[in-house]
């Protein structure tokens, strides 16, 4: 061997060396930060499974976007396009949003057992269960209200608070479809947060109720009647209420109201704050300065709807999720947690995951009930319900994004850690190409062929 050459040899093989080495360190880094695209071993793509190798050889990047060239095929394949940060599972909430509602009525027949003591609901002549059925149900968009009956004159009495006339089931039903329309269907969500959206939807379905039985009840003369026993605490808060005015605003729920939105404290003179709360509408919006944090509230909450006043909304809200909470939950839990699961049945990894932001607007969505935004008087509750998720539950959740996690193609995980950013994707190719032209030049060197 002539020393000219021996010369160029040495150089090349220090020089690839030292590249080696730093690119060694820079490989290391990356795969560090993204271990699972590193190590994915097939690849699939255009119906074809290959090996990182096989797919770095085929891909290249022309006018700034990286493309895959299928072998027997002329057509390029969009690697950004391909590994846009895809959230699937939301075909149930797209079927929504073309739905109408379709209303039926059963009448159920009650009947006594007198030797028993005890009553008998009859769906058809022999068709009978001993405990009292739902009031009605919502699935897709099959709106099913029950509506009893009986022929002895005492028992029907007993049954009317079941019945739509009083206890609104078509109110609650419908605000579930509402929900449903407005995004509770849809992934993009933990399994916790969905879980504890279905115990949101249940409040939300209870407001709609409520707020019926309201209206109900002031065109009826304020007849008590319309408040059925669901909503007690509502009949009993009524009744103080009308003894005095100062009881609506009582230190007590105007601190519910305030104490979370507005970090401030509550002035110890509620009369004071109503004095001033009757020169805001008097002087036409003005806000004092010590009573900025009223602002927000203000923009958000329609003064007008319903005639009623945001002490009663908020009351509402929070009256409604702490009964709820108390007496149905428990009930509850499986059903919601189960509920969870079917809801993200078609979602991948991706979809799994939360997105404060957005989660956010949904609740706001779900929770305009007449024009009004019951959602900030009870934001963030949801998490309570998330905090009481028993244990089992949890760890059913956690496997399943496990699963889920597994099951990640590998484009999946290219948008997953790459999202909203093309610089990250173009670096991610990059280094793709790089590595594979790079194992291709120390094979060759050291003579191992391919
Ligand atoms: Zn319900």
Known sequence: MKKKNKIWLGFTLTS???????????????????????????????????????FAERIEKENGVWYYQAPEDSSKIDLYALSDYKIKGDRRYRLYQNLELEKSVDTILVKRDNQEKKLYYFYGPNDSISNLPSMGSMDWNKLNIRHFVSDDPKIQAQLEIYNNALNCTEDHEKQHFKGA?????????????????NCMDEVAANIAQLMRQRRNYQQHGEDEKYITPRFNFYKEWLKKASHSEEAKYSPSSLKTIFADTCMCEISDSIAEFLKWRQGFVNKGGQIPLGYKFYDKWLLRFPFQAENISVEEAAFIANGVFDS??????????????????????????????????????LMHQVFLIEGIDFYQFIEGREQEFINDLPQKQQERFSSLLKIKKNQMSYFEKVGQLTQNSPTKKDIHFQNVKRKHEWNKLTNKILGRGR
Not at 32 to 45: G, K, M, T
Not at 181 to 195: D, I
Not at 348 to 355: H, K, L, P, R, T
């Open 16 to 54: 690839a060396l030292l590249t080696g080495t730093s690119l060694g360190g820079y490989y290391y880094t990356m795969e560090h930060f993204e271990p699972a695209l590193y190590h994915e071993e097939r690849i699939v793509i255009n119906g074809d499974t290959l090996s990182q190798a096989e």
């Open 181 to 197: 329309q407005a995004g509770l269907m849809r992934s993009g969500r933990s399994y916790e947060t969905v879980f504890g959206d």
């Open 324 to 361: 709820w909470k108390k007496e149905k939950f428990p009930i509850y839990i499986k059903r919601n947690a189960d509920r969870a699961i079917y809801i993200l049945r078609e979602a991948n990894y991706n979809g799994c995951q939360d997105n404060p932001k957005e989660h956010a607007q």
